[in-house]
């Protein structure tokens, strides 16, 4: 079976601030969703890297990709480590970020890792951000 690989993206304009997320999937070489979402007017990018990974998770779900091995590829290396488990999350407000992703891989993605991307490899889910961003303010 092969993997699934999904990139995330979070930003926060003035951080905090607007906020969006992004996601862009691909099973192969052919993309099977994207989405975009705005997140609020005071969230901070770490929040909203979070719920973009948590936003994928919950609509690769939804389209029946459980259980498949997932590759989630990310430019926030800070996020990706904590998803790990190699570095510990000491800002309380993304303790239930972590715990909501947590949740879902448990109950629904045993096989999935988390890999750091640069920026130049993660633009589609960057333009998807913006988009949500631009959308709302």
């Known amino acids: 079976m092969d993997k699934v690989v999904i990139y995330t993206d979070g930003g926060a304009r003035n951080n905090p ?4 997320a992004g996601v862009v ?3 192969g070489n052919k993309k099977i969703f994207e989405l975009k979402k ?9 929040w909203a890297e979070y719920e973009a990974v948590a936003l994928a998770l919950s609509e690769a779900k939804k389209r ?8 989630i590829r990310m430019d926030s290396e800070l996020i990706k480590e904590q998803l790990s488990n190699n570095y510990q999350v000491k800002e309380p407000t993304l303790w239930p970020q972590y715990m909501k992703v947590h949740n879902l891989l448990v109950a629904h993605f045993p096989d999935c890792v988390f890999t750091h991307v640069p920026r130049e490899e993660n633009k589609e889910a960057d333009r998807l951000v913006n988009e949500a961003i631009d959308s709302a303010i």
């Open 17 to 20: 601030g607007p906020a969006g």
């Open 25 to 27: 999937a691909y099973d």
């Open 38 to 46: 705005f997140l609020g007017e005071r969230q901070t990018n770490n």
């Open 64 to 71: 029946g990709l459980a259980k498949r091995p997932i590759e």
